[in-house]
């Protein structure tokens, strides 16, 4: 219920800004003019998130990118890997919230195109605003103004900042994200090479055929952001395809302490963690434990599946940590956002052999 109503705050305020311009225009400020201003908002809400998230979209397609989600609460749009349009409800997603997933082809100008997309969106809500305020200083009703300032709110995603928009879900502005990657500094070195890792792993690349000198580099942060830890989750999957599990260890445990426990990333990074201390510590009750603890959040099914099927398999459960493996994989190929698909399949043929393996040696050892 918090989430919903910090998720809603900004129109509100937009709809109450609304009312109060409304008032200098001479206008008395009345019960129903406020109410009038109050739907205003809350009912172009949703196409003003739409048109900017368009704002995104358009110059990513026009700049080669593949686009792979597109989320306008409360659904998400997404293309599955049989080029088929897949509509779900965008539990992960804020009341009001939106994002674009679109991932480049080719290389060359990643940097100028990557800040093209990034900005199309304030773009688009500036001309939106500009367009809202024109209608509404020619058609003189509340619940015009409401729709105009809730538009003009949405402009401040251009100011470089840390946006908490609801208590699990911090983001970094559109104008951060330009910033980061212009400005110079470490950030600009590490969101650089962390938009060349996704690249490459958007264009087939896995965890360990990308350059170490990438992965350091983006993680060379050390300021206990979450652009930090998600560069320190991406290295541990480099580490664990190449095999190094004490270097995985040690990079999947920093990423778990720098998201904060309300953190939604967090709960993928706690499901992944279940995974490897099932796995590869043998530690089955707390991997239990770490699955129990994030059953209501939102992680994609794949990735739950693996971290359970490790769990039964470390609890003596070969036969259900098999079943359970092969879900995993049918759910891992319907997925259109994990870029480490050969990582896991490769985790997931590993967990069904030793599952295999096992379900044959227990009828032996007990006959």
Excluded at 22 to 27: C, H, M, P, S, Y
Excluded at 136 to 142: D, P, S
Aim: some cysteine; charged content about 20%; hydrophobic content about 50%.
């Amino acid at each position: 219920m918090w989430d919903a109503l910090r998720g809603i705050f900004w129109f509100l305020a937009g709809a109450l800004a609304g009312a109060i311009v409304f008032l200098t225009t001479g206008a008395s400020v009345t019960a129903t003019n406020y109410l009038q201003a109050l739907a205003g908002a809350l009912v172009a809400a949703p196409f003003l998130v739409c048109l900017h998230e368009f704002g995104h979209l358009i110059p990513a397609l026009s700049l080669g990118y593949r686009p792979r989600r597109f989320v306008v609460w409360p659904f998400v749009f997404a293309v599955t890997p049989q080029r088929a349009l897949n509509v779900r409800y965008a539990r992960e997603f804020p009341i009001l919230g939106g994002s674009t997933l679109a991932l480049p082809r080719d290389f060359p100008d990643l940097v100028r195109r990557q800040v093209m997309v990034v900005a199309g969106g304030p773009l688009a809500s500036i001309l939106v605003a500009a367009g809202a305020f024109v209608i509404a200083a020619r058609v003189h009703q509340a619940w015009m103004w409401g729709v105009a300032i809730a538009a003009a709110i949405m402009i401040l995603n251009v100011v470089p900042s840390r946006l908490k928009i609801t208590r699990n879900k911090r983001v970094r502005s559109d104008g951060g994200l330009i910033a980061d990657l212009l400005l110079p500094g470490p950030r600009r070195d590490a969101s650089r090479a962390l938009l060349r890792v996704v690249a490459l792993q958007a264009n087939g690349n896995r965890p360990r055929e990308i350059p170490e000198a990438l992965i350091r580099t983006a993680c060379s942060l050390a300021d206990r952001s979450f652009e930090e830890a998600n560069a320190h989750y991406i290295a541990y999957w480099w580490t664990l395809d190449s095999g190094d599990l004490n270097a995985a260890r040690r990079l999947l445990d920093h990423a778990l302490e720098l998201l904060d426990a309300a953190q939604e990333h967090r709960t993928v990074v706690s499901v992944e963690k279940a995974f490897f201390t099932a796995r590869y510590d043998g530690d089955a009750a707390t991997a239990r434990s770490m699955l129990i603890a994030s059953m209501k959040a939102y992680v994609h099914r794949h990735t739950r599946l693996r971290a359970l099927a490790a769990t039964l398999l470390a609890e003596g459960k070969p036969r259900e940590a098999g079943r359970t493996a092969s879900a995993a994989s049918a759910a891992l190929e319907s997925c259109i956002e994990d870029l480490s698909k050969d990582a896991e399949r490769d985790l997931l043929a590993a967990l069904a052999h030793d599952a295999r393996t096992k379900d044959e040696v227990r009828p032996a050892e007990q006959g």
